[in-house]
């Protein structure tokens, strides 16, 4: 495996391919282990072979570009950790993408846990604040078209009523004023969302507390709101090309 990277590396270098000899020479493999290597690899996709030269292919594009989302979620998820501890209250990150909500990452602790999902978060959005966030951010149409499948439906006795109720509450709300949802998709929690803007991307953040510690939600969410949003935009838009 560590060789077949060290010639992936190589011929990632050389924009315009490299013959096996030159691999061979550049990895510091024998010539006949280079030859076996290299045909795999253009065997099983991972490179292209043009008049005697070699050229990453498609699978390695692929497998480079999924490592690099990777390394995106990685840092989401570290700074979400580092506000976790900042404000002392579960952070949730997500995005609406390809017609559906994809909560990406979620930062919480034992003694601040997250909302359990016992309902999928996909098929819920008129009920949570993140979801509700992320419809509030939509076209009329995608928004309508996304109700059409997902219909409102009560989550608890607390849910918004119906598809018109909703689109009244987020028809209300200003531009960047932060969504907030009591009870309606896990009794005993409130939760408040904010969006993110970069690009065209539709994207929200989120904090949950326990309905006895309401008082706390909208000071957390507003501090969450001024201090992180401009660190946010560039990895949510990296994250969501």
Request: hydrophobic share 45%; aromatic share 6%; with cysteine.
């Amino acid at each position: 495996m560590q060789r077949a990277l060290r010639l992936l590396e190589a011929v990632a270098s050389h924009r315009e391919g490299a013959p096996a000899k030159q691999l061979a020479r550049e990895t510091g493999l024998p010539l006949p282990t280079t030859y076996h290597l290299l045909r795999t690899l253009t065997h099983e996709g991972y490179l292209l072979r043009e008049k005697g030269a070699f050229f990453l292919g498609d699978a390695a594009v692929r497998l480079a570009g999924s490592g690099a989302v990777q390394n995106r979620r990685i840092k989401i998820e570290n700074s979400l950790a580092r506000w976790r501890d900042e404000i002392g209250v579960p952070i949730y990150f997500a995005l609406y993408r390809e017609g559906e909500v994809e909560l990406v990452a979620v930062a919480d602790t034992p003694s601040a846990p997250a909302v359990e999902e016992w309902a999928d978060f996909r098929e819920t959005a008129h009920a949570h604040a993140i979801g509700q966030c992320l419809l509030g951010q939509l076209d009329s149409k995608t928004r309508q078209d996304h109700l059409d499948r997902y219909p409102v439906e009560s989550i608890t006795p607390y849910t918004v009523r119906n598809r018109q109720a909703l689109l009244d509450r987020l028809g209300a709300l200003g531009r960047m004023e932060p969504l907030v949802e009591r009870q309606e998709y896990a009794l005993g929690t409130v939760c408040a969302a904010i969006p993110l803007t970069a690009g065209s991307t539709v994207a929200a953040m989120a904090i949950s507390v326990p309905l006895h510690q309401e008082d706390r939600l909208l000071p957390a969410i507003e501090r969450l709101r001024t201090e992180i949003g401009a660190l946010f935009s560039s990895v949510v838009l990296s994250i969501s090309i």
